[in-house]
């Protein structure tokens, strides 16, 4: 077991199950636009600058179709130069490690773009067997 932060006066804990990913199971890919769709609530710690291995909430959980192992894309939408119109911009990839019936815990496990906040679009692009 392992302390990070202490609690303070009005905090909670609640007991989170260790994730394992089982043995020689892998996520599969999501066709198309087909995968569960949700946003970013927010990082667990937030910061300024989005790192590898900090964790965030999803909007989704075990009765949105999340299940633990599932490979979300975190990505916001800028409209810098009008004329172009609206971007797509990858921010990040984030393992479910958590979940509740409409909310889930993610671990950034690649990042390209470190300006992660509350609102950015999440979509499943790799899914666990069922």
Not at 24 to 47: A, F, K, M, W, Y
Not at 62 to 76: A, I, P, R, Y
């Amino acid at each position: 077991m392992a302390e990070y932060l202490s609690i303070d006066g009005g905090q909670y804990v609640i007991k989170a199950e260790s994730y394992r990913s089982p043995r020689g199971v892998r996520p599969v890919p999501v066709s198309g636009d087909s995968g569960v769709q949700g946003e970013v609530i927010d990082l667990r710690t937030p910061h300024e600058v989005a790192n590898d291995q900090d964790e965030l909430f999803i909007n989704r959980g075990s009765e949105d179709g999340v299940h633990l192992g599932d490979v979300f894309q975190v990505s916001k939408t800028s409209s810098v130069l009008s004329e172009v119109g609206s971007v797509v911009q990858k921010q990040a990839q984030v393992l479910i490690v958590y979940l509740r019936p409409h909310t889930s815990t993610g671990l950034i496990v690649q990042i390209e773009r470190s300006d992660i906040r509350p609102g950015a679009i999440v979509r499943q692009v790799r899914r666990m067997p069922s």
